[in-house]
């Protein structure tokens, strides 16, 4: 499953699908995109819950999307 992109509090998500040969792929206006599907019904099922993934986590923080995390000490050490 694809990686949540969050859009910019207030943001729209107008949803939509495209075709390469026979795999369906849903995509965000926010920038989200799901995994390419045979059938077109699994890729709006994966739109539905970006829709509501991304609505309940806008509703959550009211309205202040999480930013990225800061970067940890190079090698991933914390000594």
Same mark, same amino acid.
């Given at each position: 499953? *694809?990686?949540? $992109?969050?859009?910019?509090?207030? $943001?729209?998500?107008?949803? &939509?699908? &495209?075709?390469r +040969? &026979?795999?369906? /792929?849903?995509?965000c &206006?926010? +920038?989200?995109? +799901?995994? $390419?599907?045979?059938?077109?019904?699994?890729a709006?099922?994966?739109?539905?819950?970006?829709?509501?993934?991304? /609505?309940?986590? $806008? /509703?959550? /923080?009211? +309205?202040?999307?999480? =930013?990225?995390?800061?970067?940890?000490?190079p =090698?991933? *050490?914390?000594?």
């Amino acid at each position: 499953m *694809s990686e949540p $992109a969050f859009a910019p509090p207030g $943001a729209e998500h107008t949803i &939509s699908t &495209s075709e390469r +040969g &026979s795999f369906c /792929t849903a995509r965000c &206006s926010c +920038g989200w995109y +799901g995994p $390419a599907r045979r059938a077109r019904s699994l890729a709006r099922d994966d739109a539905g819950t970006h829709l509501a993934t991304a /609505t309940t986590t $806008a /509703t959550a /923080t009211d +309205g202040k999307v999480p =930013g990225p995390r800061p970067a940890g000490p190079p =090698g991933g *050490s914390t000594d």
